[in-house]
């Protein structure tokens, strides 16, 4: 069983900030992801792509911002249960919560923050005959371990960063590897639509376009896969094949824990602090709707500020928060570091 103070369900931006903000409450927080990484769309979807309304970030990638919030919060040592969905949630007598994943790992807290963006991403599958016969079998919707492919064949389909990003990366590890997009425009970043054109010219990725996989073949794993380009169909060799169509949001098991639910987002109290309709349980960021919601990271981390004060109060019953600047309280990590202006020395004169 794992136990914090504050279980936090969605590793995106929103849930990254919430550690901070906790941490300088001294309360702990331990978050559950689907993905296998923390970052939840920037990190999975559009690492590579610039945002603008970060707060004192003219410009940003998206990437860089998940790395920015994970070194901001590592000294309040959060912990991650990563690829797993948080499926069910138990109320105890004392008022806490247990929430169990899909793989049956037990979280228990007295506070629970559902920061889940727009709710469990799940893999867009293409539509292709017996496709989840081969799940696994040499068939991945998200590359956890990219030393798998090392001197494999590899094909990887898809038109946007992750698609683009993974070609690449797996250009110098795989033995080959076979970039397939349905059009001749790519929708990733700039810079990286030209590298791949660039190691194409090298012959390190081989591009086709515009093409798609239609079948897959194989005895027990997958051996090749059916190109059709111009109408013409092909068989392709192939250890993997790593379809990157994007994330298909959904509530997910959330939908079913007796929460407020309007238009696949739960309902919360955004005069106070983000509280849903089950006391102790808390909505921030995309995954909860109030009158004039605006579905933006800088709200996000607004409400989860708000969302730590309303954790504080039910966690410390009867103890009074003072609110301190960080520009004179300093911080106070758990990992033992402290951070704190430097102060001005005064000598008197004689």
């Known amino acids: 069983m794992i136990k914090t103070d504050i279980l936090i369900i969605g590793a995106g931006p929103t849930g990254l900030f919430t550690v901070f903000e906790a941490g300088l409450l001294k309360l702990k927080?331990?978050?559950?992801?689907?993905?296998?990484q923390p970052g939840g769309q920037c990190s999975e979807i559009?690492?590579?792509?610039?945002?603008?309304?970060?707060?004192g970030f003219p410009e940003i990638l998206a990437g860089d911002l998940t790395k920015n919030l994970l070194e901001q919060g590592k000294q309040f040592e959060p912990g991650f249960t990563l690829g797993e969905?948080?499926?069910?949630?138990?109320?105890?007598?004392?008022?806490?919560f247990i929430v169990t994943t899909n793989k049956g790992t037990k979280h228990q807290a007295p506070v629970v923050a559902i920061a889940g963006g727009l709710g469990s991403f799940e893999p867009r599958k293409p539509a292709i005959d017996g496709i989840e016969d081969y799940e696994d079998k040499g068939l991945e919707y998200f590359i956890k371990d990219p030393e798998v492919y090392r001197n494999k064949k590899v094909v990887i389909s898809g038109g946007g960063d992750s698609a683009l990003d993974?070609?690449?990366?797996?250009?110098?590890?795989?033995?080959?590897v076979t970039l397939i997009h349905r059009r001749n425009e790519f929708r990733g970043a700039l810079d990286s639509v030209e590298k791949v054109r660039e190691l194409t010219l090298l012959n390190k990725i081989k591009l086709i376009t515009p093409a798609e996989v239609t079948g897959i073949q194989g005895n027990g794993k997958v051996e090749s896969v059916t190109v059709v380009k111009d109408g013409e169909e092909s068989i392709l060799e192939t250890d993997h094949f790593i379809p990157l169509f994007g994330l298909s949001p959904k509530l997910g098991p959330i939908g079913n824990w007796g929460l407020e639910i309007e238009k696949n987002a739960i309902k919360v109290d955004n005069s106070l602090n983000y509280q849903t309709n089950i006391p102790g349980i808390f909505a921030i960021g995309d995954v909860n709707t109030y009158p004039e919601k605006l579905k933006l990271i800088l709200c996000g981390f607004h409400e989860a500020t708000l969302m730590c004060q309303a954790a504080y109060r039910i966690i410390n019953p009867g103890k009074k928060y003072v609110l301190k600047y960080t520009t004179?309280?300093?911080?106070?990590?758990?990992?033992?570091?402290r951070k704190e202006a430097p102060k001005a020395v005064i000598q008197s004169i004689n």
Request: hydrophobic share 35%.
């Open 85 to 96: 969905r948080a499926e069910t949630i138990e109320k105890q007598e004392d008022g806490s």
């Open 166 to 176: 993974w070609s690449i990366f797996l250009a110098d590890v795989a033995s080959s």
């Open 29 to 36: 927080c331990h978050l559950i992801d689907a993905l296998p």
């Open 46 to 55: 559009y690492p590579k792509k610039p945002i603008y309304d970060i707060p």
């Open 328 to 337: 004179v309280s300093g911080i106070d990590g758990f990992d033992g570091t």
